[in-house]
């Protein structure tokens, strides 16, 4: 199991990291300094992630505390998208009217999750999730921080400690499957 594990996090890592690996230190997302509506798409995106991997895991997880995770995640990102798309429309900003569309790391990640053996999903999706949530944490916690459109920020400031409960869970869960 551990062995499953371990390769599920090095594919994983290597999955997420790829497209993201450019320098972090002049990364915006890492800082606030997006503009509010590329704040509101990249959030967004993150959100959609985290509900389509969430009914991936659902569906093929054999932990029940994976799927059980999974279940969540969808709950808990459809009503952060919900409060996201308020804020917006309460700080003026025209917030898109489609569901995102997954970033390329994103949509790799996806892939992966829905073409990979049964038996390493759990390790990769948890792999996946740890990645996505420590993104979405600096994303939040940066425009909470750094934001330019007040309402945004304050939404950003609500949503962080959901998602670092969400961190908590994941480490939690992986934990218990070594």
Known sequence: MIK???SATLAASIAIGTI????QESDPMQKGGLEPLEFVKVAGQTDEFERLSGKLAAERAMS???KEFGQHMVKDHTQTTQELMQAAKQG???PPADPPTLAPD???ALQMLQDCDKEKF???YLSFQAKAHDEALGLMKGYGANGTNEAL???ANQTA??????LDRIHEIQRGLK
Do not use: C
């Open 4 to 6: 499953l594990l371990t």
């Open 20 to 23: 993201r690996a450019a320098d």
């Open 64 to 66: 029940n505390d994976v």
């Open 92 to 94: 003026g900003v025209n």
């Open 106 to 108: 994103q949509k790799k």
């Open 122 to 124: 759990d390790g990769m």
């Open 153 to 155: 920020a304050k939404a």
């Open 161 to 166: 400690p959901k998602i670092q409960q969400h």
